[in-house]
């Protein structure tokens, strides 16, 4: 089992920047791929980006590419997600999830955190 804690939202203005954390208090984070989902007022949680235990794979949403990077560092037991030149398109509240298999996209995630809301201002 893996619990999974989410960090690093706030309010940023258009154009700036911020990085999320998702850290696994318990379990064998290193045995699971990760991935990010958000969720905007009134809409359904959308798919964000996925990386796979070892780094090896990684997946983003079309909408995030070339802004978002998904890197990840197992010893700390942290995923994080640099978010660049960020859009009021972009505010939601963002959850990671874990799962043995790396299933990119999927929203069957095995496990998932509280989520931290990001707003971005215009």
């Known amino acids: 089992q893996v619990q999974l804690v989410e960090s690093g939202g706030g309010l940023v203005q258009a154009g700036g920047s911020l990085t999320l954390s998702c850290t696994a208090s318990?379990?064998?984070?290193?045995?699971?791929?990760v991935g990010w989902f958000r969720q905007a007022p009134g809409e359904e949680r959308e798919f964000v980006a996925a990386?796979?235990?070892?780094?090896?794979?990684?997946d983003y949403a079309d909408v995030v590419k070339g802004r978002f990077t998904l890197s990840r560092d197992n010893y700390s037991k942290t995923a994080y997600l640099q978010m660049n030149n960020l859009k009021s398109e972009d505010t939601a509240v963002y959850y990671c999830?874990?799962?043995?298999?790396?299933?990119?996209?999927?929203?069957?995630?095995?496990?998932w955190g509280q989520g931290t809301q990001v707003t971005v201002s215009s």
């Open positions: 999830a874990a799962n043995k298999g790396w299933i990119a996209d999927s929203h069957d995630y095995d496990y």
């Open positions: 990386i796979s235990f070892s780094s090896v794979n990684t």
């Open positions: 318990k379990g064998a984070f290193r045995n699971y791929a």
